[in-house]
């Protein structure tokens, strides 16, 4: 499968310079799938993969969360994740496939972030997108960002979690193995996950 047809999201950087459109663009012309609370169905040699996710964002996690609660800017700092999760869950949901993966920037899960300082938890991830990745059922779920992680983790609900941000893989890419069940063994989602 060529690299380019690999689906992506966008990271915080692209964002930074208020040029995300135009980023997601350029990838989208050379023909890069660019997630962005949406999904994708790829053929891997007669395995169906379904690939839904995007940038997500932060908010912190179960405990230690912000909430959408007083200021203007700190709703709509929450609404924005609660927006994102909710397209997220939709779009797992929506999947027919052998195999899902959930494709994050932002971390689903506290797990994948051991190794960063507790203090910016809130800005590397939110427990909203690990719900609707548990709600809507995944066989593992990837993100990025946290570059001071750690690479294995799991959800609230038990799905696998990677952190393939460089730093923390030390490599340009990481190979994550999962096997479709036969047909006849498909059974819900994380009945799969838990049994790996």
């Known amino acids: 499968m060529p690299a380019k047809s690999m689906p992506i999201p966008q990271g915080n950087h ?30 891997c040699g007669g395995t169906t993969l379904g690939v ?18 007083g200021e203007p ?4 700092f929450i609404r924005h994740t609660k927006d994102f999760a909710a397209r997220l869950n939709a779009s797992l949901t929506d999947l027919d496939t052998d195999v899902t993966i959930a494709l994050t920037h932002y971390a689903p899960c506290p797990d ?15 427990y909203l997108m690990g719900e609707a990745i548990d709600s ?30 460089l730093p923390v893989i030390q490599h340009a890419y990481a190979m994550y193995c999962l096997e479709a069940p036969e047909a006849a063994d ?5 009945e799969r996950v838990s049994a790996w």
């Open 186 to 190: 498909r059974g819900p989602v994380r």
């Open 73 to 76: 800017e700190m709703k709509a």
């Open 14 to 43: 692209d964002y930074h310079s208020d040029a995300e459109d135009e980023i997601g663009g350029v990838l989208r012309d050379a023909g890069v799938t660019v997630l962005e609370g949406d999904a994708t169905v790829l053929d």
């Open 136 to 165: 809507a059922g995944a066989d593992l779920a990837i993100h990025g960002h946290a570059h001071k992680g750690t690479e294995k983790g799991l959800t609230s609900g038990g799905i696998r979690v990677r952190n393939v941000a």
């Open 112 to 126: 994948t972030l051991e190794g960063e300082p507790l203090e910016i938890y809130p800005f590397l991830g939110s």
């Open 52 to 69: 839904a996710g995007g940038k997500g964002f932060g908010g912190g996690f179960e405990g230690r969360c912000a909430s959408d609660f």
